[in-house]
């Protein structure tokens, strides 16, 4: 097997940068992407091309031998296409987008087949991850952007809003025909479902709640770690929920999650971030602009 130009031009970067992630920057691709080039030329020469530490980044004897080579192989390359009368195809750029697990498994995932027939030139791939891990990923710079919550305050980041997801409060008809649930003072008898102790799916919903549904007291809560535990649970008559409406449309069309409180409809706006020194901040934009043309819709 021989080198590949995308290989060779990734192998000349580094060689001129001493960084991987300037190199990255520079081709437009992700950190991952120059790592895995780098392993598989390496792979097919048969040996190591740079010493890599924590701080540092540095040639060996075999990585300063190969740069006249691979220098005139690319040359040779760009010399083949004038002779054929063509131009290069555009640089193909890739971007790891960071999403929370129902982000990615009910609006994101089901959009990048669509993605890569309106942008033959991009590739996105996404990265799974709570919140927190999110914000703390772009801010190492191990992914490119993310689509994060309500709000965005850090500085260093640019916040694209995107769209606003409604919310409600629902319930299985089983649990409902135990105990109505009409007052604040009937949620004593049942069980909130929440992803965390912070309550951050209900909070939101008192926030917008009157006055006399702002006190609602559950007389247990549980917490499961994400929106599709939640779901799982609610739909077996285990408690009360607050879920995207999108998420449970159509349970309440089968009747198999009935909305309560149905006044309180809170919706909480998502955003895409990026950090504000990306120099691809073109392309990431967009992204934004793709995500807000498809909003969560099922």
Excluded: N, Y
């Amino acid at each position: 097997m021989s080198p590949t130009v995308d290989q060779l031009r990734t192998f000349l970067t580094i060689a001129e940068t001493l960084s991987f992630r300037s190199t990255a920057r520079a081709l437009v691709v992700a950190p991952a992407v120059v790592s895995e080039r780098v392993r598989q030329l390496e792979a097919t020469l048969g040996a190591p091309l740079f010493r890599r530490t924590t701080r540092s980044v540095a040639l060996t004897a075999q990585g300063q031998a190969l740069i006249p080579f691979a220098r005139r192989a690319v040359e040779a390359m760009l010399d083949c296409a004038h002779a054929a009368g063509e131009r290069l195809a555009p640089p193909h750029a890739e971007v790891t987008l960071g999403v929370e697990p129902e982000v990615a498994a009910r609006w994101v995932a089901p959009l990048l087949a669509r993605w890569a027939r309106l942008r033959a030139d991009l590739t996105v791939h996404l990265h799974v991850a709570d919140h927190d891990a999110l914000h703390s990923a772009l801010v190492r710079q191990q992914i490119d952007a993310a689509v994060l919550g309500p709000t965005v305050r850090d500085p260093r980041l640019l916040a694209v809003p995107l769209v606003g997801i409604p919310w409600r409060m629902v319930a299985a008809p089983s649990a409902l025909r135990r105990q109505a649930l009409r007052v604040a003072e009937d949620t004593a008898a049942f069980t909130l479902l929440d992803r965390a102790a912070a309550l951050p799916c209900l909070r939101p919903w008192l926030d917008v709640a009157p006055p006399r549904l702002k006190e609602v007291r559950f007389g247990r809560v549980l917490h499961l770690g994400s929106l599709a535990a939640m779901e799982r649970v609610a739909l077996e008559g285990g408690g009360v929920a607050v879920l995207p409406a999108p998420m449970v449309a159509r349970h309440l069309e089968s009747d198999a999650l009935r909305v309560v409180f149905a006044a309180v409809q809170p919706s909480t706006a998502q955003h895409f971030a990026a950090r504000l020194d990306d120099p691809r901040r073109p392309l990431l934009e967009a992204l934004a602009a793709l995500l807000r043309d498809a909003p969560w819709t099922s």
